[in-house]
């Protein structure tokens, strides 16, 4: 009796038949066109790096300490409307937020060759407490989006999360590290063997976790692993 409403799911304006706004779209591939590292995908500042070096060489932290996963990419910088509707998403588990978010999403595999040959779909599992709490995991909800509009399989079981961990936001690269210790388990490793996996989650800002996740794959023999999610944090430091 009641259509849902004819709104952008990322900002909510009006729309003729409720799809991204031409704003919104405009937004995000303007922000998250901007250069890259190329292994962690933190979106370079532009006002601290050498113009020639801008995209070209991994981050200083790749550089000293290469993370497990091959490579990152984000749909776009973590601010703005991305984050607008990353929280909107993780507060409420909105699934027209979801949709448009994997929508964006596989925009950035289509236009990445290592990312168009995933095969699967593992997303960043949330603990069973808090899961239970929320009522959904947000990772989960990007990645079923993301492997229906790409027909890939989507592996929801393949990882768990077996501590509970206090939340990363506000702790350094070294306690978010710490932080992750031994939280993770890989449940069904015959699903990962020489397989290119594609890990989800809704923001990689250090990419403590995806390393951390990355590192236990790594034991059953993964293809490729990579990481891809919502938003990405920023890089402020010169590149070499």
């Excluded at 939340?167 to 020489?194: C, H, K, M, W």
């Amino acid at each position: 009796m009641y259509p849902p409403r004819r709104a952008c799911p990322l900002c909510g304006s009006q729309t003729s038949k409720g799809e991204i706004c031409p704003h919104c779209l405009q937004w995000v591939r303007r922000h998250g066109s901007g250069p890259v590292c190329p292994v962690c995908g933190r979106f370079i500042n532009l006002s601290s790096v050498r113009p020639c070096n801008q995209g070209r060489h991994p981050c200083p932290i790749c550089t000293s300490q290469a993370p497990a996963f091959n490579a990152a990419r984000a749909v776009g910088p973590y601010e703005g409307v991305l984050r607008d509707a990353i929280i909107h998403l993780k507060s409420k588990g909105t699934r027209r937020v979801a949709a448009a978010l994997g929508e964006l999403a596989s925009e950035v595999v289509h236009r990445e060759p290592a990312f168009a040959a995933a095969e699967l779909i593992i997303p960043v599992p949330l603990a069973p407490r808090r899961l239970a709490r929320r009522g959904f995991n947000q990772a989960q909800l990007l990645a079923l989006e993301l492997g229906n509009l790409l027909e890939l399989p989507v592996d929801t079981k393949a990882v768990v999360k077996v501590r509970d961990t206090k939340p990363q936001i506000g702790l350094s690269r070294y306690e978010r590290e710490r932080n992750l210790v031994d939280a993770f388990a890989v449940i069904t490793p015959e699903t990962i063997y020489g397989k290119r996996i594609l890990l989800i989650d809704d923001v990689l800002t250090t990419g403590a976790t995806m390393d951390n996740i990355s590192i236990k794959l790594r034991r059953h023999q993964p293809s490729t692993i990579l990481a891809l999610t919502a938003a990405g944090g920023k890089t402020g430091v010169f590149f070499a």
